[in-house]
């Protein structure tokens, strides 16, 4: 069984002033309007999130659900977009592995796997025994995942008094907040070549190529800083 004393704990470290609650919430309430935008209830949408839990996955999901995308390709786009995610869950779950807990809490768990609750995680694992800290991640994914439900409910019936501008302040919150943290947790050459070079590389391949700007500034920058960072740890 999942303790309720650690499920608690980390239910209760999205209150911290440092929490991605906020932001998580008010990315949401534009997909909420965005996902009513496009045609769905409210229980389409806050289903969607239930599945999705993921800012950009939800984002291709309704862009091209506006360009009659059939359902199969929706689904292996949200999949691919949603693959980004895996190194989290390399880099995590070995912190959190240990013999006594069942195999089912990290399949689970695995489901809760998203930028905000992975920061709240790292900032705070050590604080936890290796054999508790499954019961706080999922404390901690299920804090983030009911915030996201609940902002996606709110921004469906706030549609109508959201324009378009206003959506993009909001959907664009939580990224800039990521950005922060990442600048704040540069303590090694490896993260802040990667947020350096990442910065620069991807406003300078927007203009040969928009549509792979991103990837392409995210891999060469990632893969320079690494490369340099294990050159110079060797």
């Given at each position: 069984m999942i303790k309720g004393e650690l499920f608690l704990k980390g239910y209760k470290s999205i209150l911290?002033?440092?929490?991605?609650?906020?932001?998580?919430?008010?990315?949401?309430?534009?997909?909420?309007?965005?996902?009513?935008?496009?045609g769905f209830n409210i229980q389409e949408s806050i289903f969607s999130t239930m599945l999705i839990y993921a800012l950009p996955g939800s984002l291709v999901m309704a862009e091209s659900i506006l360009i009659g995308a059939s359902l199969l390709s929706i689904f292996i786009a949200v999949w691919f977009v949603n693959a980004r995610l895996y190194p989290m869950?390399?880099?995590?779950?070995?912190?959190?592995?240990?013999?006594?807990?069942?195999?089912?809490?990290?399949?689970?768990?695995c489901?809760?796997?998203?930028?905000s609750a992975w920061l709240i995680m790292?900032?705070?694992y050590e604080k936890v025994e290796k054999k508790d800290r499954v019961d706080f991640w999922i404390g901690i994914g299920t804090a983030t995942w009911s915030?996201?439900?609940?902002?996606?409910?709110?921004?469906?019936?706030?549609?109508?008094?959201?324009?378009?501008?206003?959506?993009?302040?909001?959907?664009?919150?939580?990224?800039?907040?990521?950005?922060c943290m990442m600048v704040g947790a540069m303590k090694t050459l490896q993260i802040t070549l990667s947020v350096i070079?990442?910065?620069?590389?991807?406003?300078?391949?927007?203009?040969?190529s928009p549509e792979w700007s991103i990837l392409l500034g995210g891999l060469i920058a990632g893969t320079?800083?690494?490369?340099i960072g294990e050159k110079n740890v060797n």
């Open positions: 911290k002033p440092d929490s991605p609650a906020i932001a998580l919430a008010c990315c949401f309430v534009a997909i909420g309007a965005l996902l009513k935008n496009v869950a390399v880099s995590l779950f070995p912190l959190m592995m240990d013999e006594s807990q069942p195999k089912w809490k990290y399949y689970l768990s489901h809760f796997i998203a930028v790292k900032s705070n915030v996201s439900i609940l902002a996606t409910a709110l921004g469906f019936y706030l549609a109508d008094y959201l324009n378009k501008d206003m959506l993009m302040g909001l959907a664009i919150l939580n990224p800039i907040y990521f950005t070079l990442g910065a620069i590389l991807g406003p300078v391949f927007y203009f040969f320079i800083a690494y490369l």
